[in-house]
């Protein structure tokens, strides 16, 4: 119930505009977000790579009706992308990259030709991207462009959902040689029609797509926080004879950051999302939805004078 009232709240610019004016305790956001500029987003890959972690850097922003916002986002990223080859961050830092923000909801071929410059910049700068994968009406549309990017960039990385009925078959299809492929829980507030509603059939259903996954030829990128998924996770590349730097862990800025750390020091990879900007109204109430234990903490600090 509560997960659905806060998801519902992510999509209302009413609730947006009185939780962005609010004087939102700092410590908040940035406990999920590194921080605003393209310098915040830096700092954190490298403090995470002195960790001994891989990261993925995304520029906060979705749902764009606006071009020149969209290549905005684009421009952005051109530039961090520039930035990490500059700095000799490329080889343990790549981006993710939400196509809603590039415009797909006004014209998905403009998304796909700046998603495009995007992959392009990324291989000069010899690192990867990965699209996000958004609410299941934007599916098979993401899954589209993500076939014509990888026909240029064949190591751009798909995310599937384990709470969408069809993703078992998705991962199926997409575990390839080469094909790198983040499996998550999903984030979205989905119809009973498309996905599970229950926690323990989406759990199930993760297993499920773990074990397509790892017995394909491509390489899994298992993101979730959850202790019992990252067990199986680890069982399953025994299992299927895969060594450690044939899959890879991923978890998101300022969560378990202790688990992320242990399993580095075990030697599996370990990849860390960092969301960096000012647009981060979605991603946060994404995370609060997942966690309602931190909603009482985020409701005091709404009210706060500090
Ligand atoms: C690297 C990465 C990329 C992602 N990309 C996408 C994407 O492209 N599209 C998409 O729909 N979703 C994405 N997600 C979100 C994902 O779908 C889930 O919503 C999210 O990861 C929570 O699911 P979980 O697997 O961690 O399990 P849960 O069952 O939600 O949590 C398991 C345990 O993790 C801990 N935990 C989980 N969330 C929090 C939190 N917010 N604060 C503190 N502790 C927490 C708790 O201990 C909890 O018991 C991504 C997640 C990760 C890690």
Redesign the pocket.
């Known amino acids: 119930m509560l997960r659905s009232a806060i998801l519902a709240a992510a999509r209302s610019s009413k609730i947006e505009r009185l939780v962005g004016t609010a004087p939102l305790s700092r410590s908040v956001v940035r406990r999920?977000v590194a921080g605003e500029t393209t310098a915040d987003a830096l700092a954190a890959a490298r403090a995470l790579a002195a960790d001994g972690l891989l990261s993925?850097l995304d520029y906060l922003g979705e749902d764009t009706l606006d071009m020149a916002q969209a290549e905005f986002t684009r421009d952005e990223y051109l530039r961090l992308l520039q930035a990490l080859k500059e700095e000799g961050l490329a080889e343990t830092t790549e981006v993710?990259v939400k196509l809603s923000a590039l415009g797909q909801d006004i014209d998905p071929e403009a998304a796909y030709r700046h998603a495009s410059e995007i992959c392009e910049s990324a291989a000069k700068a010899e690192t990867t991207v990965t699209v996000?994968?958004?609410d299941h009406t934007r599916t098979d549309s993401t899954l589209e462009i993500l076939g014509r990017l990888r026909a240029n960039f064949p190591d751009t990385g798909a995310?599937l959902?384990s709470y969408l009925r069809r993703t078992e078959d998705d991962c199926k299809d997409l575990s390839k040689e080469g094909s790198r492929v983040?499996l998550?829980?999903?984030?979205?507030k989905e119809p009973e029609s498309v996905a599970y509603q229950g926690?323990l059939d989406v759990?199930r259903s993760?297993v499920r797509c773990i074990n397509a996954l790892m017995a394909g030829e491509g390489y899994p990128m298992l993101?979730?926080?959850?202790?019992r998924?990252v067990e199986i996770g680890i069982d399953r590349a025994k299992w299927f004879d895969r060594d450690k730097d044939s899959f890879e862990f991923?978890?998101?800025y300022?969560?378990?950051p202790e688990e992320q750390l242990r399993l580095a020091a075990e030697g599996y990879r370990v990849?860390?999302?960092v969301p960096y900007g000012d647009q981060w109204y979605g991603y946060l109430m994404?995370?609060?939805a997942?966690?309602p234990a931190?909603v009482s903490f985020f409701a005091r600090s709404l009210v706060s004078r500090k």
Do not use: F, W
């Open positions: 999920y993925t993710s996000d994968m958004e995310v959902q983040r998550c829980k999903g984030a979205y926690k759990d993760y993101a979730t926080h959850d202790p998924l991923q978890m998101l300022g969560i378990r990849r860390c999302y994404r995370r609060l997942e966690r931190n």
